[in-house]
């Protein structure tokens, strides 16, 4: 579930198609998006395992530890790009503003807190060329953690 009011348009970041933009200012620490209808995860040696799941590993996101969701219907979630600079702190599976967002930023979060660990994304970081590579569950708890923290006091 998006929070603020949003747009899917046409990404600032080159190669990354479609993005998600905040049509409304948005605080720092507010979260930007939250869980909805999460039915069912799965470990990455399910997904990897199953046909119909490994044929919709490119729409996986790691939420927590080993379990990850496959939303091969793309809901607008899906939208939010990359960005080792990102407007988003992905923590838990919720999006929180990484500072003040003016109305038309657009979200983008850390990959490498998506992705399982040591799994590299299929595309470099457009900024940098830098491979996107997933962070263990407990670095990515940590960075994410202290993240937060900073950002809230």
């Known amino acids: 579930m998006i929070l603020p009011r949003y747009r899917i348009a046409a990404s600032g970041i080159p190669g990354a198609g479609k993005g ?8 720092a620490g507010r979260i930007v998006t939250a869980p909805d209808a ?3 995860t799965h470990t990455w040696a399910e997904i990897l395992a199953t046909p119909a799941l490994a044929a ?8 927590f530890e080993d379990r990850y969701t496959v939303s091969p219907d793309w809901p607008d979630e899906c939208y939010v790009n990359h960005s080792f600079e990102p407007t988003g702190i992905w923590h ?4 929180f503003a990484s500072k003040n967002l003016p109305q038309g930023t657009e ?3 850390d990959y490498r807190h998506l992705l399982p660990p040591n799994e590299n994304e299929s595309f470099n970081d457009a900024a940098t060329g830098e491979k996107i590579t997933g962070l263990s569950w407990q670095d990515s708890l940590a960075l994410s953690t202290r993240a937060l923290a ?3 006091g």
């Not at 919709?56 to 939420?63: E, I, L, V, Y």
């Not at 838990?92 to 999006?95: A, D, E, K, N, S």
């Open 150 to 152: 900073a950002l809230l």
């Open 20 to 27: 998600l933009f905040v049509d409304e200012a948005v605080d």
């Open 38 to 40: 999460i039915d069912r």
């Open 92 to 95: 838990l599976g919720f999006i």
């Open 107 to 109: 979200i983008t979060v």
């Open 56 to 63: 919709n590993q490119f729409a996986a996101a790691r939420w």
